[in-house]
């Protein structure tokens, strides 16, 4: 939805899919993080999290986790450089051509 399916209009026990990016900073540490998600209403205040019994569980709603790893920053040299234009070169003969 792209967020742009506002809650006023779903309906009560609708399933609403809406994809997110995540985007990590380098400068995280490694490591497991739990991702969490909360809602907010038109005034900024949380909406609670409820079970199917109607009964207020919490703000928030765990996602699962999240595993990040440390950048790897590669040099990349002039032999490797001219591996990937031959390796590009062959694949666009192998391509078909517009008709």
């Known amino acids: 939805m792209g967020g742009w399916l506002p809650t006023t209009?779903?309906?009560?026990?609708e399933s609403v899919r809406d994809s997110?990016?995540?985007?990590?900073?380098e400068n995280v540490p490694a490591?497991?993080?739990?991702?969490?998600a909360g809602l907010y209403d038109a005034e900024g205040d949380?909406?609670?999290?409820?079970?199917?019994?109607?009964?207020v569980v919490g703000g928030n709603l765990s996602l699962g986790t999240?595993?990040?790893?440390?950048p790897c920053y590669c040099e990349i040299t002039q032999d490797?450089?001219?591996r990937l234009k031959y390796e590009e070169a062959a694949t666009?003969?192998?391509a078909p051509e517009d008709e």
């Open 31 to 36: 490591g497991e993080y739990r991702l969490i």
């Open 80 to 82: 490797a450089t001219e």
């Open 66 to 70: 999240v595993q990040v790893i440390a």
């Open 20 to 25: 997110h990016g995540l985007l990590i900073p």
């Open 46 to 55: 949380r909406l609670p999290v409820r079970d199917a019994r109607g009964q």
């Open 9 to 13: 209009s779903w309906r009560v026990g």
């Open 92 to 94: 666009d003969e192998l």
